[in-house]
């Protein structure tokens, strides 16, 4: 919000000619018409500051729901080393973000590939940044380290955690994320100066940025590291390993959709401002709540459409099934959420669950073992959500939230150029993350630091790792079982009346 201005010299003509000294009073008038209108400026920048803190706070609370939902996926055995992960995941994604991560993501000015300022917030804040800015994008840089510990759940070594993660937080997600969001970005929607195919990538919250990245780290974690022990039978049959908590899963589902609230409509970064429409009760306020519509419609759309389409073919009404699939509906409308209508936004969904149902039936067949199904989910998803914003973008939308004048959605009249731009997208996506991660884990593999051994495994990470089960049992000693005991009383056989 600029300042408003004020001319002693201009207002002094418009007192009478009985005023003693007209500058003085024009001047002094000008100076308090200054300090108010300074006050107003210092209020929208307050406002907008707490805006996007109050946003990091939602989308760092996607921390526990990924930590619930991993929890509730995995065998009780493996628990405690799931959860120890999702906690250092944030831990080491601070430290690496802090240092590095933000610098090559929006140091500015720099080159189209890699950013080259503000190492350890140096020089911040500033007039493009502040804290909060760095706090709410370290919350999804560590989201997608989260994503990719979950297709590796379950074999892998606590050293590749931390070397994956650090490697991922500090420079493979930040250089994706200045390609596309950085005004210096070779293929970002903000860069004023060079447009690819003179429209940008239109990525609004990282359906690609945060979750394909996420998704596809996970997949060649998952990949490198084959299946886990018992998921697929001798005859390559595939067998269900079955997480111990529906309980947890549907909590951390929960969280995850609350905290999807600041994900998405938290993307603008500021709320107070207005759009020239004349309208003065619409405005980012106003796109704000249509974001989180979206944002709802898609989620929910994907959820029903996972119930009975998973009921067709399998004949039961699966609650995890049911989770994944409204998690895959808020992967894919993350990258539009901001330009689409609301009806759009139950097709995303609907054709989300439908992608999501695919890419599972096809890792089964081809022995793909993912415990959270998080390269599907996050890859899959979220490249359909790519794909369909180039689709369904209104112009009305992307005016307001990019620049008028860019090109919008092909079924929307829009022409073919954001379409083409967002093809760019997915394949450099894949090509980076493959080129990066890919040989990490297959170097860690190599020197024997990826995955557990046979006999760990078996037992599980809690015992052998981690010095104990995450829960405690007393099934074998009846004594330690507190209330009152029932005992079992077989049936007995009905015999004859000796009468």
Not at 117 to 142: C, E, R, T
Not at 227 to 248: E, N, W
Not at 282 to 301: D, H, I, P
């Amino acid at each position: 919000m600029a300042s408003l201005s004020c001319s002693p010299t201009d207002l002094a003509q418009f007192f009478g000619p009985n005023t003693t000294n007209p500058t003085a009073a024009a001047t002094y008038l000008c100076n308090q018409f200054t300090a108010v209108s300074n006050k107003f400026v210092d209020t929208n920048y307050a406002i907008d500051t707490t805006y996007l803190l109050f946003s990091a706070y939602l989308v760092f609370s996607m921390q526990l729901g990924f930590a619930m939902l991993c929890a509730g996926s995995v065998r009780a055995k493996n628990t405690m080393n799931i959860m120890l992960t999702n906690v250092l995941d944030a831990a080491a994604g601070g430290l690496f973000y802090y240092l590095f991560g933000f610098a090559f993501a929006f140091g500015s000015p720099s080159n189209g590939f890699i950013g080259r300022h503000f190492f350890g917030l140096k020089s911040i804040p500033s007039s493009s940044f502040d804290y909060s800015n760095f706090l709410y994008q370290w919350a999804f840089a560590i989201a997608a380290a989260g994503i990719t510990s979950g297709s590796i759940a379950e074999r892998t070594q606590f050293v590749a955690y931390l070397i994956y993660s650090s490697f991922l937080t500090g420079f493979v997600y930040p250089v994706v994320s200045h390609w596309f969001w950085s005004a210096d970005g070779w293929a970002s929607a903000f860069n004023t100066d060079d447009l690819l195919f003179k429209s940008g990538v239109i990525d609004f919250a990282g359906s690609g940025v945060v979750h394909m990245v996420g998704g596809v780290a996970g997949l060649w974690g998952a990949l490198i590291e084959g299946p886990r022990i018992g998921r697929f039978d001798h005859t390559g049959r595939s067998v269900v390993l079955r997480g111990h908590s529906a309980s947890l899963v549907v909590l951390g589902t929960f969280l995850l959709w609350f905290g999807w609230y600041g994900f998405n409509p938290g993307s603008f970064n500021k709320i107070s401002v207005t759009y020239p429409t004349g309208n003065s009760y619409y405005g980012q306020w106003s796109a704000v709540g249509r974001t989180a519509v979206t944002t709802t419609l898609a989620g929910s759309t994907a959820a029903l459409t996972t119930l009975f389409g998973k009921r067709i073919l399998s004949g039961h009404w699966n609650v995890t099934d049911v989770c994944n699939g409204l998690l895959g509906g808020f992967a894919a409308i993350t990258a539009g959420c901001s330009v689409v209508e609301p009806w759009a936004a139950i097709i995303c969904g609907f054709v989300a669950a439908l992608v999501l149902i695919g890419c599972n039936k096809l890792a089964e067949k081809l022995k793909f073992d993912d415990p959270l199904e998080a390269a599907q989910l996050h890859g899959g998803c979220g490249a359909w959500g790519i794909i369909f914003t180039a689709l369904f973008a209104t112009e009305e939308y992307v005016s307001e939230v990019y620049a008028p004048g860019r090109p919008y959605g092909l079924f929307m009249g829009g022409g073919g150029r954001l379409l083409a731009a967002h093809v760019v997208q997915i394949l450099v996506i894949v090509g980076w993350v493959s080129a990066t991660m890919g040989p990490l884990f297959f170097v860690l593999h190599k020197l024997n630091l990826l995955r557990i051994s046979a006999e760990d495994e078996m037992a599980g990470m809690d015992m052998t790792r981690h010095g104990g089960f995450a829960y405690i049992y007393h099934d074998d000693d009846d004594s330690l079982k507190p209330g009152i005991q029932l005992r079992k009383i077989e049936p007995r056989a009905n015999t004859p009346n000796s009468n």
